[in-house]
């Protein structure tokens, strides 16, 4: 998926919902530098600025739930996150954020034992998550290499053309 190097981590809790992520006042465009501005803004509001390329977000429960607008991930993505590690995701979440090509992990946070401003590892080989402040290891599962194809090519929709494009070569 990428190689393994240390991720600033930003800590949310447990049912964190699309309308926390990106509130319905916000919807009115849908340009992902947009929405990325007021991503999490009604409980945290200096994550934009703070937020920098390849952060990672760490969560609880059910991260992701409420409507199943693709708006919520799209800012998440856009706001230079590169992974989401939470205990679960809402379906409908997790396939979107797929769909776009936001890495999403299901794994024990409780046990990372993470704060806000501490810095996580990804070890995609070995399939775990360190916690570089704490030292704490978890396990996590891999995601099929279908996703990783998908997430790898920037979503489902480049996925599709890039697969297009190869059995056209293939035909020819």
């Given at each position: 998926?990428?190689?393994?190097?240390?991720?600033?981590?930003?800590?949310?809790?447990?049912?964190?919902?699309?309308?926390?992520?990106?509130?319905?006042?916000?919807?009115?465009?849908?340009?992902?530098?947009?929405?990325?501005?007021y991503c999490m803004v009604d409980i945290d509001p200096e994550f934009a600025e703070r937020v920098s390329?390849?952060?990672?977000?760490?969560?609880?429960?059910?991260?992701?739930?409420?409507?199943?607008?693709?708006?919520?991930?799209?800012?998440?993505?856009?706001?230079?996150?590169?992974?989401?590690?939470?205990?679960?995701?809402?379906?409908?979440?997790?396939?979107?954020?797929?769909?776009?090509?936001?890495?999403?992990?299901?794994?024990?946070?409780?046990?990372?034992?993470?704060?806000?401003?501490?810095?996580?590892?990804?070890?995609?080989?070995?399939?775990?998550?360190?916690?570089?402040?704490?030292?704490?290891?978890?396990?996590?599962?891999?995601?099929?290499?279908?996703?990783?194809?998908?997430?790898?090519?920037?979503?489902?929709?480049?996925?599709?053309?890039l697969e297009k494009e190869a059995m056209t070569e293939d035909v020819r």
């Open positions: 998926m990428y190689k393994a190097t240390c991720h600033p981590v930003h800590v949310f809790g447990d049912n964190i919902d699309t309308d926390v992520i990106i509130p319905a006042r916000y919807l009115s465009r849908s340009e992902p530098e947009y929405l990325a501005s390329k390849n952060d990672v977000i760490v969560a609880g429960s059910n991260f992701g739930c409420g409507s199943s607008r693709e708006h919520a991930p799209i800012a998440i993505k856009a706001a230079g996150i590169r992974c989401v590690i939470a205990k679960s995701f809402a379906r409908i979440f997790h396939r979107n954020a797929i769909n776009i090509g936001l890495t999403v992990i299901e794994a024990d946070t409780s046990a990372l034992q993470v704060k806000s401003g501490d810095s996580v590892k990804i070890n995609w080989e070995l399939g775990v998550i360190v916690n570089k402040t704490s030292g704490i290891q978890i396990p996590f599962d891999a995601p099929p290499a279908f996703i990783e194809n998908i997430i790898s090519a920037g979503g489902l929709l480049p996925y599709v053309t």
